[in-house]
């Protein structure tokens, strides 16, 4: 099973930028499709941004479109979510996921592995 490790996150103003990172390791990752979602308290967790195992096929949440920009590096085994023009109603837990299978998903029971998330807080 791949293990995940996200980083990056913390506390900005709105209108803001941050990039988290994912590093994965114990498996092949060039196989995976990957993913990030985001738990607010209180609320479930949603989907936020995919990327297929080529980082040729992306797809966004119509919340963070042409906000967030999803990569990957399957050399250095990593994927990354860059946030710009941050708001207040983007803080939120942040999990990186990976899927067994080389397609990207924006559902949320298609990932087979989380990692333990990383807290991004924006403030007005």
């Known amino acids: 099973q791949v293990q995940l490790v996200e980083s990056g996150g913390g506390l900005v103003q709105a209108g803001g930028s941050l990039t988290l990172s994912c590093v994965a390791s114990?498996?092949?990752?060039?196989?995976?499709?990957m993913g990030w979602f985001r738990q607010a308290p209180g609320k479930e967790r949603e989907f936020v941004a995919t990327?297929?195992?080529?980082?040729?096929?992306?797809y966004y949440a119509n919340s963070v479109k042409d906000r967030f920009t999803i990569s990957r590096s399957n050399a250095k085994y990593t994927v990354w979510l860059q946030m710009t023009s941050l708001k207040p109603e983007d803080t939120a837990v942040y999990y990186c996921a990976a899927r067994y299978v080389s397609s990207q998903s924006a559902e949320r029971y298609d990932y087979d592995s989380w990692g333990q998330g990383t807290q991004v807080t924006v403030s007005s």
């Open positions: 114990g498996r092949t990752f060039s196989s995976y499709g």
């Open positions: 990327i297929n195992w080529s980082g040729e096929r992306t």
